[in-house]
């Protein structure tokens, strides 16, 4: 019954802007129940809220049950009503007592709102919302058909991609895909009901396949051993578009942690790498605990021969011009960010709770009894007048813009200082910059300082355009912001249509099936050796172009969150 306990607070929490609801159950320090399994009970109630408070409303429950709050009889009748395992309490327990002899009231009203709306059975429902409820929950819903094409929010399917170090996506399709049905398009696998198993082969990145969102591969032993990778198709990008060739030397991923671009990486040299020389791929990150993962998915996914990680490592600190970073061909860098294209990174769960109308089920502590122990139902004047609402959520909201101008500023100059280094690498031909955000300061507008920089021009840096990009780059049709790519350019003679042309985006909600993601590269035609001057390592060139743009440097730059893919 603690379970129901630790659910409750963060069904009340949710309406303030103190985080997502992810950020708020994985950082809590006070849940006695696994944070999964809470994160799961809260996402879930969330979602069927407008409906089970409109049942909860209806059946009277709260003026029957007064030792029941609104949040604690959301979370009761949810699974009442709608779990396969029932309430997750003893069948004596007070609190299941109380919602188990009202089911009876409860699921006729539940069948009653089901078929006002239209569902012929909860399952469709339970499919609608699944489909179409969006985290900003609205108060009305109805019913949408799969094959409208005017949803205002696409699910996020389960990306797989096949680890060709150890397996083939044909040795797959045949063994742990057996039972699975190729489809003929990425829609009918995200708006396929949960059950049927189909898969679709993706169209842009070779051996990845998108199977429906509710799908669980990590039972399979090919999770468990390293043949198959949950990867997200926009964290594909960065090494396909890459394209490392061993001929041209060593790969380093400076930002590695923990491991799926890495390991991409190695798949991707598979094969490709001869003697002599057999090149290598190198993997930073300065943070030990993350950098012992990044070792660990680099063993599970079989190429700790292929892959050298550096632990601890800062990728700032290296320096160039020695051995064995001298030999460096191409350099992926996928730095912290913002994380604001992360799926689920910022929902915002809005809550229906029941006894909202005339502050019906108001919980024990917060209700005012007469001395005729009736409960005084009456609403709670609002102490503060109307316009210093107003003002105030004005203020809330001008110091929420601030915030993220900071943090965004600080961001940016750490990631502007890592390509600039990457620009360095005396015999680097290729370089990708990606992020999961969705800031130009953190995409387009780092891609066009970087190449204002005396260090990209000396060392003839430039955008791989997109005539210039491999097949499924160059097919994708979501390119850069053109908007702030022209706010920024200004008088400078670069052209800034050509610039977002060359810039990959992924956007989440949409029919790509993606989340939010950023990606360049930058190649450079020829080594100009001749002209090469070594730089001090301590930034005075990065620095030159960060006061230019008004940044302030500081030793200890938030750097956000990284990719989990």
């Not at 429950?61 to 395992?85: N, Y």
């Not at 009305?140 to 058909?145: D, I, M, R």
Request: aromatic content about 6%.
């Amino acid at each position: 019954m603690s379970l129901y306990y630790d659910a409750a607070p963060l069904l009340l929490s949710s309406q303030s802007p103190s985080g997502s609801l992810k950020s708020r159950v994985f950082g809590s320090k006070s849940l006695k129940n696994s944070p999964k399994q809470v994160y799961a009970l809260v996402a879930e109630a969330s979602k069927w809220s407008p409906i089970l408070s409109e049942v909860i409303d209806k059946s009277q429950l709260l003026q029957h049950e007064r030792k029941l709050s609104p949040g604690l009889a959301l979370l009761l009748v949810h699974d009442l009503l709608l779990s396969k395992l029932g309430v997750s309490a003893p069948a004596s327990h007070p609190l299941r007592v109380a919602v188990t002899k009202h089911k009876a009231r409860l699921s006729a009203e539940l069948t009653k709102i089901r078929v006002g709306k239209g569902f012929g059975s909860l399952e469709e429902l339970r499919l609608h919302l699944a489909r179409n409820v969006e985290p900003q929950i609205g108060d009305e819903l109805s019913k949408v058909t799969a094959s409208s094409e005017s949803r205002r929010h696409w699910p996020h399917p389960r990306w797989v991609r096949i680890n060709t170090l150890k397996t083939t996506l044909a040795d797959q399709l045949a063994t742990t895909l057996a039972d699975y049905t190729n489809v003929n398009s990425l829609s009918e696998v995200l708006l396929a009901n949960p059950a049927p198993k189909i898969l679709f082969v993706d169209e842009h990145i070779p051996d990845l396949i998108a199977l429906p969102a509710r799908t669980d591969l990590t039972r399979t032993s090919a999770y468990r051993n390293g043949l198959i990778i949950l990867q997200d198709k926009a964290s594909c990008f960065p090494a396909y578009l890459l394209d490392p060739k061993p001929q041209d030397g060593d790969c380093l991923d400076a930002c590695a942690a923990p491991g799926n671009k890495t390991t991409h990486l190695a798949a991707l040299f598979q094969g490709r790498s001869k003697p002599p020389r057999k090149a290598r791929v190198w993997a930073c990150d300065r943070d030990k605990a993350r950098s012992d993962v990044l070792t660990r998915m680099v063993s599970l996914a079989g190429c700790q021969d292929l892959v050298t990680v550096k632990v601890g490592q800062d990728f700032l600190l290296l320096d160039p011009e020695k051995a064995p970073w001298r030999d460096v061909g191409s350099l992926l860098l996928d730095p912290s960010c913002s994380g604001s294209g992360i799926v689920g990174r910022h929902e915002m769960f809005a809550i229906t709770l029941p006894g909202a109308k005339g502050n019906l089920g108001v919980p024990m502590k917060d209700r005012k009894r007469k001395r005729d122990g009736k409960v005084d139902t009456k609403p709670i004047a609002n102490k503060e007048p109307e316009e210093e609402q107003e003002h105030q959520e004005l203020s809330n909201g001008i110091d929420e813009k601030m915030q993220l101008a900071t943090r965004l500023k600080a961001l940016s100059a750490f990631q502007l200082r890592l390509l600039l280094h990457a620009f360095r690498f005396p015999s680097a031909k290729r370089i990708s910059y990606s992020t999961c955000s969705m800031y130009a300061e953190e995409d387009e507008l780092i891609a066009i300082t970087a190449l204002q920089s005396p260090v990209a021009k000396l060392h003839n840096w430039r955008l791989l355009k997109r005539d210039e990009q491999v097949a499924g780059m160059r097919s994708w049709s979501i390119r850069g912001n053109v908007s702030a790519c022209r706010e920024e350019i200004g008088e400078i003679p670069l052209a800034a249509d050509e610039i977002a042309e060359s810039c990959i985006r992924c956007r989440t909600g949409t029919p790509e099936g993606t989340q939010g993601f950023f990606i360049a590269a930058f190649i450079r035609d020829h080594l100009d050796h001749e002209n090469h001057v070594n730089e001090p390592l301590d930034g005075t060139k990065s620095n030159e172009i960060l006061d230019r743009q008004g940044v302030e440097r500081t030793d200890d730059e938030w750097e956000g969150f990284s990719d989990s893919s």
